[in-house]
Structures are given as C-alpha cells and as structure tokens.
C-alpha cells in the first residue's frame, strides 16, 4: 500500500491506495518541520483515524512538505513517521518537488508555490533545481497567504485601509494590536495565523483596493522570482496552492504582461501528485 502526502504550512493532504477498492484522502493541520517538531508531527498523525487501521500495512510512504529543504528537517519528519508506519519505505521531500511531479509531469517547466508560502524553481524533467526564492514569510514568500495577511493587518493596524473594508475586517476578525502580536511572536504556526487572513480578499474581490493589492503582490512575485530566471519564456509556468487558484484571473494578467506562458493552476496537487507518484513508482522512476 503506497501512502502520498503533500503537506503545506496551513494543512496536509494524504491519499491512500486500497487493495481493493478506491484510495481513500483526508486532511490534516500543515506539518512544516520548521514550524512543528517531531513529538508534534508524531501527535498530530496518531489522531488521524483514517490511518489506524492501514498503518502497519503501508509499504511505501511519500511525504512533500513545505520546510523539507535541508537533510536535517526532513530526518525530521522522516523520524516522526518511522514509528507509525514501521513496516514502510519512507521517502522526505520538499513540497516543490511534489508540485512538480504533479504538474510538470515529465516534461521541462517552471513550477510555483503560491499558498501559505510561495517558492519558484525549474524542473527538468526529472530533478527539481535548487530554488534560490522562498526565503519564509519573514524575508521573502511574496505573493503567499502569509504575504496579503501581513499586508491586511499591516494595513488595518495602522488605520491605511479604506473605511468600508476596514469596517468589514473588524467585524469579520475583531482583533486588536495584542492578539497580532501574540499570535506572530508567541504561538506556533505564525505564517499559517497570517495566512488565515487572506480569504478576507476573496470575499472582497472586486473592490479595486483588493485588486491592487492582489495583483501588487502577484508582481512582486513575478519580479522576485520568475524573472530572475533568463529562459522564463521558454517554458510554462505552473502554480499550485490556494492563493494563485483563489485569484487566477489576476495572476494571469500580471503573467500575460511579462510573456510568462501560464500552464497547470492548482488549488492543491494530492490527487495528481498521487497519480504521478504511482506513474514513476511502477517505472522505476521516483528516487527521492
């Protein structure tokens, strides 16, 4: 039984293959080993009642999550999940990777996060290069979930935003300069309680205030990341995650005015990452 993962910061998704009847998938709370540490990833996977009763029967398990960039975060993980899924061949990687596998396929292409955190590389067909974008919500991740949450409340604290939405956004959150302060400097999970503020744009997408903000963000995006790279016309660009699928219209007209050629939008790759990994597993092909 072979077990995909694509974990973000916000939530996991996991599909499982069925002996004998459909895979089933659920999700989970994100497991970004950067934000969570092992005793906590352990804790959140022995709750999930859809994976009682198959664990022991796991052969294969494939995890792509955001965080997993360095060997030390991905042993991580991979010794959060070895207790619980002993009798499996358990393979860490970064969520880019998935991404890729899930849009690129086989072929050449450029492929983008854009959800809680945003990330860029190139996929050659079989290896995903070394991406020099990302940076965390705090230096980079423009166009995320947590980017347009930093800039709502940046905005709202400081009394910039426009008095209709500002009137909106109390009353949706009623928070106050305190709760902010303590949920990005105390808690967990800091970039995922900024990203949660972004649907607020989804709800108000047609006030132009919210498409400037959106499009403002989608070209830092483009002008941090794909533009860095000197063959960006040569190849589509794919995206996957909440924000460029939530506002796609818009992430489209600031790609068309840099010739960048829009491929695959997903809100989330499970299913086509599942498919993919099933493809390069019975050909010999998935080496992680």
């Known amino acids: 039984m072979i077990l995909v993962v694509d974990s973000g910061s916000s939530k ?37 009642p859809e994976i009682i009763p198959y664990a022991d029967e796991v052969t294969e398990l494939y995890f792509f999550g955001a965080g997993c960039i360095t060997p030390d975060r991905r042993e991580m993980v991979s010794n959060a999940l070895t207790p619980l899924f002993e009798n499996a061949y358990i393979a860490v990687e970064n969520d880019l990777f998935g991404s890729a596998l899930a849009t690129c396929g086989n072929k050449k ?134 924000i460029a699928y939530s506002f796609d219209l818009l992430l489209r007209e600031v790609c068309e005015t840099h010739q960048i050629k829009v491929g695959t939008i997903l809100k989330s790759p499970i299913n086509e990452l599942f498919n993919a990994v099933l493809e390069r597993e019975s050909n010999s092909l998935l080496s992680l």
């Open 12 to 48: 996991s998704d996991w599909k499982l293959e069925l002996p004998d009847s459909a895979p089933i998938s659920f999700s989970t709370n994100g497991l970004n080993p950067f934000f969570v540490n092992e005793k906590e990833i352990t804790r959140v996977i022995k709750e999930i």
């Open 109 to 242: 292409g450029y492929v983008a996060t854009l959800g809680t955190g945003s990330d860029l590389s190139f996929f050659d067909g079989e290896e995903l290069m070394a991406s020099h974008n990302g940076n965390g919500y705090v230096l980079g991740d423009e166009g995320s979930g947590a980017y347009f949450g930093k800039k709502l409340l940046r905005l709202f604290l400081y009394g910039r935003m426009p008095k209709d939405l500002n009137e909106k956004f109390a009353v949706k959150y009623r928070i106050n300069k305190e709760v902010v302060i303590k949920n990005v400097y105390q808690k967990e999970r800091p970039n995922a309680f900024l990203a949660s503020f972004a649907p607020f744009m989804s709800d108000n997408i047609t006030h132009p205030f919210i498409i400037d903000l959106v499009k403002g963000g989608f070209e830092e995006f483009v002008q941090a990341s794909i533009l860095t790279y000197a063959d960006y016309t040569q190849y589509e660009c794919h995206f996957v995650g909440s």
